[in-house]
């Protein structure tokens, strides 16, 4: 099974920007689709965005669309995140997630292997 780690959480000030990354190691980094989910504190665990294994497709959360960005570069096994814009209730622990069977998915449930989590804390 793919094991993944998640880097690059940190503290901004609303209106900035904070770029995730998760590398992936295990079973061939490119069969597997690409999420990122998030969880505040109380929250349950929210779909951020997910990519399927070529990078053609994108799926994001409708409060995303336009501020955030998910790539992938299966020749270093990675997936990344670019967060811009970004603003105090986007404070959570951000999760990197994979799964290997069907397409792009918003569903956590869906998905077979998870990171550790990173913190990212946006200030106001």
């Known amino acids: 099974q793919v094991q993944l780690v998640e880097s690059g959480g940190g503290l901004v000030q609303a209106g900035g920007s904070l770029s995730l990354s998760c590398t992936a190691s295990g079973r061939t980094f490119s069969s597997y689709i690409m999420g990122w989910f998030r969880q505040a504190p109380g929250k349950e665990r929210e779909f951020v965005a997910s990519i399927n294994w070529s990078g053609s497709i994108t799926f994001y959360a409708d409060s995303m669309k336009g501020r955030f960005t998910i790539s992938r570069d299966n020749a270093k096994n990675t997936v990344s995140l670019q967060m811009n814009s970004l603003k105090p209730e986007d404070t959570a622990v951000y999760y990197c997630?994979?799964?290997?069977?069907?397409?792009?998915?918003?569903?956590?449930?869906?998905?077979?292997?998870w990171g550790q989590g990173t913190q990212v804390t946006v200030s106001s």
């Open positions: 997630a994979a799964k290997t069977i069907g397409g792009v998915a918003s569903t956590p449930t869906l998905y077979d292997a």
